[in-house]
């Protein structure tokens, strides 16, 4: 089914845009229709490379009567409410994980776009990346029975990429829970495909420079007594690409020669201003900003190493396929290569705004996630087992 393209306005032009970038150049469902940002050179690169309107707040952004949806990449802090905003204006959302700091500000922000009757999408959530989907489905062909394990880890230079000094303070949404966790839980969520109940977990926080979490480690239980263990760590030190093929999280080819660029980058840096204003430089409108090169993804999308066990397999789900492990036999479901790197998520915002088809990011299943990422940390500071009590069933 064909659907016309949706125009969308972008709420924020900072790392989580360039990020998307890349999709929204090469999906031809999506024309790039406006956008607000508080920084000026942002606002008159984006009107320079797409002709289209800009202004400084979301306020404005969302008056405007062309747009279909907006896409809510501000920091953060601001997530509820931006949504907010745009639902009152009749937008659908998709905004960026994690979905908000609290609860109450999901339930606000559920709130508005039910008020309004608009799509409220989550992400991107790697549990939208096409190897985790194939094996979801693998799982639910039945050939392999029931999920009992998962095991999912991640070692990245997450910590001293350059950083806004209230990323640093986990209060203020920084670290490594609030960034990353949202990533691993809503992966191993989607493979379980059953209700989280209960969660322990240990965190990370070893550098006094960077005193927020760099590192987390959880056990979760769910109702079908299947359990997952995930476990980050963002010390930039060993990187798990190199049990990936040295394929990256954003499905390129990275180089093992690169290892410990970030920490020498991050060392030039003097002060906390200097670290911020290097991270803006370095996003859309930035003095070393670096558009998307051309061409297609060459591989899809991942979060780290991640395997499933079955009844009768394991399932290792892989930037370019899936290897199965049976019973009897060893074999390799490959996955073609994408022509637009994270279309998953337009199939999702397309199938929601122009089909009508309910999406399964929705922002009930995003509040799931985040009430888990909030028992990491109060399981940390009061050494004990968290249940959970929120969140529709994956499987749905």
């Excluded at 360039?18 to 008159?44: G, W, Y």
């Excluded at 500000?105 to 608009?118: Q, S, W």
């Excluded at 999280?249 to 204003?277: C, H, I, Q, T």
């Amino acid at each position: 089914m064909s659907f016309s393209p949706l125009r969308l306005g972008v709420a924020g032009l900072g790392r989580a845009f360039s990020l998307m970038l890349p999709t929204f150049l090469r999906d031809p469902r999506i024309v790039l229709a406006a956008a607000c940002d508080p920084r000026s050179a942002a606002r008159e690169q984006f009107a320079r490379d797409f002709g289209a309107a800009v202004h400084a707040d979301i306020e404005a952004l969302a008056a405007d009567p062309s747009l279909d949806a907006i896409y809510v990449a501000s920091p953060h802090q601001f997530h509820a409410r931006h949504t907010e905003i745009a639902a009152a204006h009749g937008k659908h959302v998709l905004v960026e994980k994690p979905m908000a700091l609290a609860l109450e500000e999901c339930d606000r922000m559920i709130a508005a776009c039910d008020r309004a009757g608009v799509h409220l999408i989550v992400g991107h959530c790697h549990s939208f990346d096409m190897p985790y989907l194939k094996t979801r489905e693998l799982i639910d062909s039945g050939e392999f029975g029931g999920v009992r394990m998962i095991h999912a880890l991640n070692y990245t230079d997450y910590l001293y990429r350059p950083r806004r000094p209230e990323e640093l303070v986990t209060a203020e949404g920084g670290g490594a829970v609030f960034s990353q966790a949202a990533h691993q839980v809503d992966i191993v969520r989607l493979l379980a495909g059953s209700r989280p109940v209960r969660l322990r977990a240990a965190l990370g926080n070893w550098d006094p420079r960077r005193a927020t979490e760099g590192a987390y480690s959880a056990m979760l239980w769910f109702e079908s007594g299947a359990y997952a263990s995930l476990s980050y760590n963002g010390y930039a030190h060993f990187d798990s690409d190199e049990w990936t093929n040295w394929l990256g999280e954003m499905g390129n080819r990275k180089s093992p020669d690169d290892y410990g660029a970030a920490r020498r980058k991050l060392a030039a840096v003097d002060s906390p201003d200097a670290e911020a204003r290097a991270k803006a430089d370095g996003t859309y409108g930035g003095a070393s900003y670096k558009p998307p090169e051309s061409g297609e993804a060459r591989s899809y999308q991942h979060f780290g190493p991640i395997i499933v066990s079955c009844d009768h397999a394991d399932l290792r789900p892989l930037p370019d396929g899936i290897a199965v492990y049976g019973d009897d036999a060893k074999r390799w479901i490959p996955l073609d290569k994408p022509a637009v790197p994270r279309h998953e998520v337009i199939d999702e915002l397309a199938s929601a705004v122009r089909g009508g088809t309910p999406p399964r990011h929705d922002g009930r299943w995003a509040r799931a996630t985040l009430e888990i990422c909030l028992a990491m940390l109060r399981s940390a500071a009061s050494q004990q087992d968290i249940g959970l009590t929120e969140g529709p069933s994956p499987s749905r």
